[in-house]
């Protein structure tokens, strides 16, 4: 049973437009929503994470967008750029660093 | 301060041959854990440790052996490997002291396969 349910698979942006990714899940106890960077060939990175506690969180270009009632969070990547270019992990976990659990990933293209 | 580094960086095998991966990291983390990478299939949880002499499966752990006898490493074996065990590997780890919301570092990852 897949916890945390990523979409789209892929993703295709043009230069300077909106990227949108979505997650949801199902259980809810977990408390801690992290999304990963990842370039090919290197390992994931933290990109930005939210708590529950909160709507919202915005760093630089990069919005987190948290609903807790539909058990849904988003990332919007404003003015996508080529260099943003990667897959793209969203996560969760439950209070306590129980081990994360990941979505299966978006590539994005962003094309000039 | 090197982060979480992993040994090797590639290695071909036969099936049936076994093999160990190094994880090693500097940043004094209590849990650790290996993840495989298949197209499609995200990040799935192999096994886990939340401290020096203590593991614990996870999502797939069939055909993976583990040990964590220094707090710092973590290695990931496979006694007999199978071709189905072609993927990439990432190790992470992650600090137990602070607040519950502590990122998780991952290593650059091993890419193996298994002919």
């Known amino acids: 049973q897949q916890q945390v349910k990523q979409s789209p698979q892929s993703l295709i942006v043009q230069k300077g437009g909106i990227s949108i990714i979505n997650c949801a899940y199902e259980n809810t106890a977990f408390d801690y929503f992290p999304w990963y960077q990842q370039f090919p060939g290197k390992g994931p990175a933290l990109l930005i994470a939210?708590?529950?506690?909160?709507s919202e969180k915005k760093e630089g270009r990069f919005t987190i967008s948290f609903n807790k009632s539909a058990k849904q969070f988003s990332l919007h990547i404003m003015d996508s750029q080529p260099g943003d270019s990667a897959t793209y992990f969203c996560?969760?976990?439950?209070?306590?660093?129980?081990?994360?659990?990941f979505g299966k990933g978006t590539r994005l293209s962003v094309i000039a | 301060n090197a982060g979480v580094t992993q040994t090797p960086k590639f290695r071909v095998l036969k099936t049936g041959q076994s093999m160990t991966l190094l994880c090693a990291q500097d940043?004094?983390?209590?849990?650790m854990y290996w993840y495989r990478q298949d197209p499609g299939m995200g990040l799935r949880l192999i096994h886990y440790s939340v401290g020096e002499g203590t593991t614990a499966k996870g999502e797939v752990p069939d055909g993976y052996n583990v040990s964590r006898l220094k707090k710092q490493n973590f290695l990931l074996g496979l006694e007999s490997a199978a071709p189905s065990q072609t993927s990439v590997y990432f190790c992470a780890s992650v600090t137990r002291t602070g607040q519950d919301y502590n990122e998780q570092f991952f290593g650059p990852g091993t890419r193996l396969t298994v002919l």
């Open positions: 940043m004094n983390h209590e849990y």
């Open positions: 996560a969760a976990r439950i209070t306590g660093n129980t081990p994360l659990v």
């Open positions: 939210i708590r529950p506690d909160v």
